[in-house]
């Protein structure tokens, strides 16, 4: 398998290609590595946008977008989650890392998340 070449984004182009992503036709998977703010540990998530299946009715009682959080499927846990815009360190998007620049420090001091296991195949 092919290495990810790495890039080094804003966190303002971070956002974009995110919401590029919710927007986009196809569902696409994508990793995101993040600190969590509860805890401050280093979270890494395989998620895609736009899934339906697992609704439960109702609206979230809160503004995501306020509060910089962006509303995943985890494609692992099989349930929704939120991802922490202002903690975000590294992206994995169609092959291609991104690494976030506000967030090197961060990401230079901090213990690397587990890798993920691959998805249950369905």
Known sequence: MKKPTEK???LAQARQK????????RKLLFSV???KR???KVRKMIC?????KHLKGGAIAYDRKALGLVGVFDIQKQDYRNISTEGLLRMTV???RYLIKE???LAQHVQPAPECPTPPKK
Not at 18 to 25: I, M
């Open 8 to 10: 080094t984004i804003t």
């Open 18 to 25: 995110l919401e590029r992503l919710r927007n986009a036709k």
């Open 33 to 35: 590595e993040f600190i």
């Open 38 to 40: 509860g805890t401050g």
């Open 48 to 52: 895609r946008f736009q899934v339906r």
């Open 94 to 96: 169609r092959g291609r």
């Open 103 to 105: 967030n090197i420090a």
